[in-house]
T-cell receptor, first 119, second 115 residues
Framework: DSGVTQTPKHLITATGQRVTLRCSPR?????VYWYQQSLDQGLQFLIQ???????AKGNILERFSAQQFPDLHSELNLSSLELGDSALYFC??????????????????FGSGTRLTVV | DAKTTQPPSMDCAEGRAANLPCNHS???????VYWYRQIHSQGPQYIIH???NNETNEMASLIITEDRKSSTLILPHATLRDTAVYYC????????????????FGQGTILTVHP
């Protein structure tokens, strides 16, 4: 258990539908990152939030949106789903939590991912 | 962040050392070398990082050349469970959450450990 929790683990939905992926960061981490990993592509950065505010955007489609809540958990909303959106979606967190040591200060911790299948 | 170059794949016999190279010839003085790995469909896992000195932890050793233009990740006694994609990433080390940015993953090296 990395400390980053993603739900659900698997999701199967139809084209045109909307889904929400959830991420709970490691305790005390302020930054949350979302990544997409398709079969034919590597890990693609989507978006970063820090303490509730959007910090950086990557290759995130307009049909996708995210937010980070006051309790620091984050949600990634995917709408008007297409077959090509089928992928693994990973969340990572990082921060400066006291007592987390070297890895906590300078490393990123990834969750186990949500596998989205659009049919 | 500096670009890195890694071989697409490598093989290693179980119990032997696995040496994974990474070229980062455009690395800047304030950029660190990070290594992550991704075991099939799992989330990437932090392995080790360093600036210019060699580093060792319970998972691996990191050897950085004196000119810092390349590095080698060493898994001293590879096991079947070390079969994974290994990513070498170069980036500025963040001093706090606000200065953190995304990790940019390349294609990595697929390491296959054989019995």
């Amino acid at each position: 258990d990395s400390g980053v929790t993603q739900t659900p683990k698997h999701l199967i939905t139809a084209t045109g539908q909307r889904v929400t992926l959830r991420c709970s960061p490691r305790s005390g981490d302020l930054s949350v990152y979302w990544y997409q990993q398709s079969l034919d592509q590597g890990l693609q950065f989507l978006i970063q939030y820090y303490n509730g505010e959007e910090r950086a955007k990557g290759n995130i489609l307009e049909r996708f949106s995210a937010q980070q809540f006051p309790d620091l958990h984050s949600e990634l909303n995917l709408s008007s789903l297409e077959l090509g959106d089928s992928a693994l979606y990973f969340c990572a967190s990082s921060g400066t939590s006291p007592g987390t040591g070297e890895r906590g200060l300078y490393g990123y911790t990834f969750g186990s991912g949500t596998r989205l299948t659009v049919v | 962040d500096a670009k890195t170059t890694q071989p697409p794949s490598m093989d290693c016999a179980e119990g032997r050392a696995a040496n994974l190279p990474c070229n980062h010839s455009t690395i800047s003085g304030n950029e660190y070398v990070y290594w992550y790995r991704q075991i099939h469909s799992q989330g990437p896992q932090y392995i080790i990082h360093g600036l210019k000195n060699n580093e060792t932890n319970e998972m691996a050793s990191l050897i950085i050349t004196e000119d810092r233009k390349s590095s080698t990740l060493i898994l001293p006694h590879a096991t079947l469970r070390d079969t994974a994609v290994y990513y070498c990433i170069v980036r500025v080390r963040g001093a706090g959450g606000t200065s953190y940015g995304k990790l940019t993953f390349g294609q990595g090296t697929i390491l296959t450990v054989h019995p």
